[in-house]
């Protein structure tokens, strides 16, 4: 119910911008999430913004360089990602949830299927 988009191959420093569209989920009243996966590891949390864009919450490892955003009009979400790195590889999940943005990923009710970010040297 939610699709991820935008993925690809970067190089250092490079930007990319991911979207996040729901297909039959008014995302307005949801808590939108971006997580990102490496092989063999559990998910992570990379930013998360409550329904109406007033908590915004980033994982350490991108403040300052990712930049998330939704517009509600649109169902969308977005994650402007700038000057990546090579641990910014990863499969890239958009999530919603009704909670807030701390709830363990686990508990999160929509994930989309993920979309692979590469981020070459």
């Known amino acids: 119910q939610v699709v991820e988009s935008g993925g690809g191959l970067a190089h250092a420093g490079g930007s990319l911008r991911l979207s996040c569209v729901a297909s039959?989920?008014?995302?307005?009243?949801?808590?939108l999430g971006w997580f990102r996966q490496y092989p063999g590891k559990e998910k992570e949390t990379v930013s998360c913004?409550?329904?109406?864009?007033?908590?915004?919450k980033y994982a350490d490892a991108v403040q300052g360089r990712f930049t998330v955003t939704r517009d509600n009009a649109k169902n969308t979400m977005y994650l402007q990602m700038d000057n990546l790195n090579s641990e910014d590889t990863a499969v890239y999940y958009c999530?919603?949830?009704?909670?807030?943005?701390?709830?363990?990923?686990?508990?999160?009710?929509?994930w989309g299927l993920g979309t692979q970010v590469t981020v070459s040297a």
């Open positions: 999530a919603a949830n009704f909670r807030g943005c701390d709830v363990h990923p686990r508990l999160w009710d929509y």
């Open positions: 039959d989920l008014n995302l307005n009243y949801w808590v």
């Open positions: 913004i409550s329904a109406n864009g007033d908590v915004i």
